[in-house]
């Protein structure tokens, strides 16, 4: 099959399928035909790179240069970026071929997909028994949904506290948060730039291992990436388990845990130790600051920087009489309620009197989240946890308490927190045939440790 074919498929898979997901914010057709008959020419001369004529999707995050770019908000509503995002720009070093831009959390605040300004993402799983319109997940939800439906063969997804793998969880397909580092946030939007952290989202490991070894790498645009080589991550799945130590965190288990999330979790220490894993109980002792360490971390950092969106450098501008009634115009038109309540906290627990009390305190307890996994990560080579505490849940059952919808995000978060690389893969179905992840954390840049003990699991 040649690539224009392959990306015509995908293109018409699209328009076929896509007013009922809208997983795409942006589509680019005519470009991607382009690109696909290029991708032919060099895959007619031997020449074509690691991803050449693959389709794919750009969560609306990373800024494309010439393409609009809106983090899933009004203030970015008519964006262009006269740039491109580094991980962006990688992939298209390998050949691959963009079709388009995908829906999001505005500025990847979330877990559902429904506060995008661009309308919600539908979940391409439908729930025995009733016909609601289920949940992608989120942020990355319509990176998750384009993939899980065949819209593309991979997406780009953002991750920092869940949003890779958790939308991964929810539509039953693979995702990997890298370490921190490992891949550049130059030119990718930023919600909390000590999180952040950029991933590819795909059916299969494989596939994630082909897309990261594109995506990743230094950066010197990029202070916090890392000059570290890139390995040939394909190489590492065939790697087996035998004599690899796998933890179990204790305190992922809780008795809220519904018992088929539990039993998966069981299952999936079987498949390990059936293919020669050594499984043994670990402790991560400050799992349970988790949640609210990283929604006050991650809020603080909003709140810094998503002060730019002033009306003046970038994005909309609402006009008013006065430079003051001019940004808060702009901010009220432009931000939703979800990244207005997020801002608003974040400046409290930053503001001078809650400084100490809040951010100070979610600092050490940082530290000390991160601790424990150093130390667990002194007897065991990776852990093993469920990606989420539920199922995909449909658009009118999202808890009208925002706090209820951070819950979703208790596994996720304290890797992000930690830095460390964690992946997501499709397990098995619950009793209502929606798909269930589990979560595989390894050490800082052992991301060729999460695929070996992934694919045992596939
Ligand atoms: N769901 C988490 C949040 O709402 C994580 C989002 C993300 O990783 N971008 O902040």
Same mark, same amino acid.
């Given at each position: 099959i040649s690539a224009v074919e392959l990306v015509d498929h995908h293109i018409s898979t699209i328009e076929k399928l896509d007013g009922d997901i809208n997983a795409f914010i942006t589509t680019t057709p005519d470009q991607a035909r382009l690109a696909a008959k290029a991708a032919d020419e060099q895959l007619a001369k031997g020449e *074509?790179? @690691? @991803?050449?004529g693959i389709p794919l999707g750009v969560k609306d995050l990373f800024c494309t240069d010439g393409t609009r770019t809106t983090a899933g908000s009004n203030i970015l509503r008519h964006f262009v970026p006269p740039y491109e995002s580094t991980v962006t720009a990688n992939l298209l070093k390998q050949d691959a071929v963009f079709l388009g831009k995908l829906n999001l959390d505005e500025f990847a605040? *979330? !877990? %559902?997909? @429904? %506060? /995008?300004a661009f309308g919600s993402v539908t979940n391409p799983w439908k729930r025995a028994g009733d016909d609601k319109k289920l949940v992608p997940g989120g942020s990355s939800g319509g990176s998750a949904a384009a993939v899980a439906s065949g819209m593309v063969l991979g997406a780009t997804g953002t991750d920092t506290g869940g949003s890779i793998r958790q939308p991964a969880s929810f539509c039953g397909i693979t995702g990997v948060k890298p370490t921190y580092g490992r891949c550049s946030r130059f030119g990718t939007i930023a919600f909390a730039s000590s999180l952040d952290q950029a991933g590819p989202m795909a059916r299969t490991l494989e596939d994630c291992a082909l897309m990261l070894e594109a995506m990743a790498g230094f950066d &010197?645009?990029? !202070? %916090? /990436?890392?000059d570290l080589a890139v390995p040939r991550y394909v190489d590492a799945l065939e790697r087996g388990v035998k004599g690899l130590k796998v933890g179990i965190p204790e305190e992922y288990r809780s008795e809220d845990l519904p018992a088929e999330i539990q039993a998966l979790w069981e299952q999936g220490i079987a498949w390990l130790r059936d293919a020669g894993a050594e499984t043994v109980k670990v402790s991560l002792p400050h799992t349970k600051y988790g949640l609210p360490t990283y929604y006050i971390a991650a809020l603080a950092e909003a709140s810094s920087n998503l002060a730019r969106y002033d009306g003046v450098r970038f994005g909309e501008r609402v006009p008013a009489d006065s430079l003051d009634m001019m940004y808060e115009a702009t901010r009220h038109a432009g931000f939703g309620e979800e990244v207005r309540r997020r801002i608003l906290m974040g400046t409290y627990v930053l503001s001078s009197g809650y400084y100490d009390a809040y951010y100070l305190r979610a600092q050490k307890i940082r530290t000390l989240i991160q601790r424990d996994f150093l130390s667990a990560f002194e007897k065991v080579d990776v852990l093993l946890t &469920? %990606?989420? &505490? !539920?199922a995909a849940f449909a658009h009118d059952e999202k808890p009208t308490d925002p706090v209820q919808v951070y819950l979703n995000d208790v596994f996720t978060v304290p890797a992000s927190l930690a830095g460390v690389p964690a992946l997501s893969l499709p397990a098995g179905l619950d009793s209502k045939g929606l798909p269930l992840g589990l979560q595989l954390i390894g050490r800082y840049f052992e991301e060729e440790t999460l695929f070996a003990a992934g694919r045992v699991m596939e």
């Open positions: *074509g790179g @690691l @991803l050449c605040m *979330g !877990s %559902t997909n @429904l %506060t /995008s &010197p645009k990029d !202070s %916090t /990436s890392v &469920p %990606t989420a &505490p !539920s």
